[in-house]
């Protein structure tokens, strides 16, 4: 068993995918080809914003996003410590300090009360201006944007949602990436969505920073080619992964609906299972699993059963962002972010991909309930 499978996708749709990559071989635009426009045009939509611009990684586009924004030294930018590091580190990069605020224990998003105390402390103290928050809609559910939103207004602050394993998930009627003013994915080849390599997109209904963002991806260019009129990066989406996107977007709903019912199988099971505690869904809201995640008290213990009967499963995080070597120069504390060290204890991400089969998964299940039995 793998955790995910990516080839059971790959058989399903192998003779588009070579269809699609040998027409970019044919015409030969391999940088900024037709596919990428018309990929652009498809994610908008599908998201529902006005602009899509892909992109060359998930972090390149959370740093398009900062960089449009320009945020630099002096900067703080608010965000979850329960994350992927290149969240924290996009803001570390430019030279601004990443200011970490607690997750809600049913969501493992960011605390939008916490969040509010956070600011009017960083304001307090005047060291830093407070210029915006990365919200990351972790596993695949989003955070709570109708809370974040008026905070954000209420200190002028942008709002940048990393939805890099949420893409196409709900939030009351609306689409990630498109719950911030500014929001990116990735496609990296075990997300949601993913591709044959990196890739990622930037989204947002900012006419003037969608503009911007399309200069920083070509180092700063501007109107005449000859005259660059800003310092940006090479970030650009290759032509190939794009036609390959293309072809995976058109199973993309269904797939979502896939994971959606091997996630109700999990939590119909488990949820009767002493000592865990399956992933908590708010009213309004849908999540395409880019994990399945529960929480447990013995988790290292259940892992490794888990593992000698070959299910393989992945702790997503096993320590705090703020906590990793590289963010030490912070001196952020053991026990300052009680919540997600915490879950960073007690979390465990089962297999879970479109392609997950029942049988697959009863076995799963009957492995996670025989530790139980044995134990209780
Ligand atoms: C995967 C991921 C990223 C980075 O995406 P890449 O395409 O690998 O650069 C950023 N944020 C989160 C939350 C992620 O899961």
Not at 249 to 254: D, M, N, V
Request: hydrophobic share 40%; aromatic share 10%.
């Amino acid at each position: 068993m793998q955790f995910i499978d990516l080839k059971a996708q790959q058989e399903r749709i192998r003779p588009q995918i070579d269809a699609a990559i040998k027409r970019v071989l044919d015409h030969g635009q391999y940088i900024m080809g037709p596919e990428v426009f018309e990929l652009e045009r498809q994610l908008a939509e599908f998201v529902g914003v006005r602009h899509a611009i892909g992109c060359s990684s998930g972090t390149d586009a959370l740093l398009l996003g900062l960089m449009a924004y320009e945020v630099g030294p002096g900067d703080a930018v608010f965000t979850t410590p329960f994350t992927f590091f290149a969240t924290c580190e996009v803001i570390a990069l430019l030279g601004a300090t990443p200011v970490f605020v607690d997750i809600d224990p049913r969501t493992f998003n960011i605390d939008p009360i916490k969040l509010g105390q956070a600011i009017e402390r960083v304001v307090e103290e005047g060291k830093l201006k407070v210029r915006g928050i990365i919200p990351v809609d972790l596993y695949g559910l989003p955070a709570d944007y109708d809370a974040i939103m008026p905070l954000a207004e209420k200190h002028g602050l942008f709002v940048l949602e990393d939805a890099a394993q949420a893409f196409g998930a709900t939030y009351k009627g609306r689409k990630a990436p498109g719950l911030g003013h500014v929001g990116t994915t990735s496609f990296f080849p075990a997300k949601p969505l993913g591709c044959y390599g990196d890739g990622g997109a930037v989204f947002t209904d900012d006419d003037d920073l969608a503009e911007k963002i399309r200069s920083l991806l070509v180092h700063g260019k501007g109107p005449d080619k000859y005259n660059n009129v800003r310092i940006g990066l090479n970030a650009r989406l290759d032509t190939i992964q794009a036609a390959i996107l293309i072809e995976k977007l058109k199973i993309y709903p269904e797939e979502i609906e896939l994971r959606q019912v091997a996630a109700e199988r999990y939590s119909k099971s488990l949820c009767e299972m002493a000592g865990v505690m399956t992933p908590h869904i708010p009213d309004g809201y849908a999540s395409v699993w880019a994990q399945y995640t529960i929480q447990c008290q013995n988790r290292d213990d259940l892992q490794f059963r888990l593992s000698k009967a070959a299910i393989p499963t992945m702790v997503y995080y096993v320590k705090p962002v703020c906590l990793l070597d590289a963010m030490s120069y912070l001196n952020n504390q053991d026990g300052s972010f009680p919540v997600a060290e915490k879950m960073a204890r007690q979390v465990l991400s089962l297999p879970i991909f479109p392609y997950l089969a029942k049988n697959q998964q009863f076995e799963i299940l009957a492995k996670l309930a025989g530790k139980h039995i044995c134990c209780s």
